[in-house]
């Protein structure tokens, strides 16, 4: 089983839409849930980190953790054709001396269209 | 707003050759990460250093991967004999020299190595 698992799409939403983006993960040492967001030939942009089960919201976005079912939500309401990017979820334990090394998903792709 | 900034964003460079990459972290940054994106697959982590020395590697990273901090402001990377299989999308990151808690990394632009 690998340790984070993410539909890599592509996914394609009319503008205005609510979109919905998942992991799963198997290691329960995970602490820190983070999702990115990369446009092509860019590096990955943090978007939302969580930390322990629940809710945080952000503007559009909202990101949800369910440690006991190990599953991870991003939701953009009112997508628009700005939010058209790779969305990447990401986890970390906490290294020794307090570096974090992140696990990736692969990436959904998203496309909003007009 | 602060950038990592790596350079050259592309470079082409024959199998058996070595290859430098370069990146430029933010300057109050004291944690340093490489990470690689082969094409269509998941961003993977290489390779982490703290306070000039490794702290964490993968099993990617092997005896033909190095880093250095040679001068206080660069963060490089080296792979001594490239093989066609380390073509990739190759990201620096740093963070913030803040332990505890979760600190998120700001990424570089990427240098995409391919190996011919």
């Known amino acids: 089983q690998k340790e984070v698992e993410q539909d890599p799409g592509p996914l394609s939403v009319p503008e205005g839409a609510i979109v919905s983006l998942n992991c799963t993960y198997s290691n329960s040492a995970f602490q820190y849930f983070m999702w990115y967001r990369q446009y092509s030939r860019k590096g990955p942009e943090l978007l939302m980190y969580t930390y322990s089960s629940g809710n945080k919201e952000d503007g559009r976005f909202t990101a949800q953790v369910d440690k006991s079912s190990k599953y991870i939500s991003l939701f953009i309401r009112d997508s628009q054709p700005s939010d058209s990017a790779t969305y990447l979820c990401?986890?970390?334990?906490?290294?020794?001396?307090?570096?974090?090394?992140?696990?990736f998903g692969t990436g959904t792709q998203l496309k909003v269209e007009l | 707003e602060p950038e990592v900034t790596q350079t050259p964003s592309h470079q082409v460079t024959q199998m058996g050759q070595e290859v430098i990459l370069r990146c430029v972290p933010i300057s109050n940054h004291l944690y340093f990460y490489w990470y690689r994106q082969i094409l269509g697959q998941k961003v993977e982590f290489l390779v982490s250093f703290y306070n000039n020395e490794i702290s964490e590697k993968s099993e990617i990273f092997d005896d033909q991967f190095s880093v250095e901090r040679p001068d206080g402001s660069n963060f490089t990377l080296k792979i001594r004999s490239t093989k066609l299989e380390d073509s990739a999308m190759y990201f620096c990151?740093?963070?913030?020299?803040?332990?505890?808690?979760?600190?998120?990394?700001?990424f570089g632009s990427g240098t995409r190595l391919t190996v011919v």
């Open positions: 990401a986890m970390s334990v906490i290294l020794t001396g307090g570096g974090n090394k992140l696990t």
């Open positions: 990151a740093s963070r913030p020299p803040r332990t505890g808690g979760f600190y998120g990394y700001t």
